[in-house]
Nanobody, 123 residues
């Protein structure tokens, strides 16, 4: 029903920046709160950021707070993740997700997922 496609991943040195994008199609974008998650090899999927339907509320875990910023442009059906001061431990596949419910830090709350984009931070 909703398709999500991430882009913007790549290789960056520690201390550098990347901006990820997630383009949505299939339904009215503003119907969904959005989240970003990441998963490194051998690790569980980890919550990174969430944003409410109209961008009025955001949430970040301590691991990325102050370095990452989630935003959305509902006119473009796109959510972004600006990542600054990247660290090697940020290396993971980053996925965006959409929920028809209130935004959440839990993966179970999300109804739709993108395929993910690889972010690699070298030392």
């Amino acid at each position: 029903q909703v398709q999500l496609v991430e882009s913007g991943g790549g290789l960056v040195r520690a201390g550098g920046s990347l901006r990820l994008s997630c383009a949505a199609s299939g339904r009215t974008f503003s119907n969904y709160a959005m989240g970003w998650f990441r998963q490194a090899p051998g690790k569980d999927r980890e919550f990174v950021a969430a944003i409410s339907r109209f961008g009025g509320s955001t949430y970040y875990p301590d691991s990325v707070k102050g370095r990452f910023t989630i935003s959305r442009d509902n006119a473009k059906n796109t959510v972004y993740l600006q990542m600054n001061s990247l660290k090697p431990e940020d290396t993971a596949v980053y996925s965006c997700a959409a929920t028809r419910s209130t935004y959440s830090i839990g993966t179970q709350a999300y109804d739709y997922w993108g395929q993910g984009t690889q972010v690699t931070v070298s030392s």
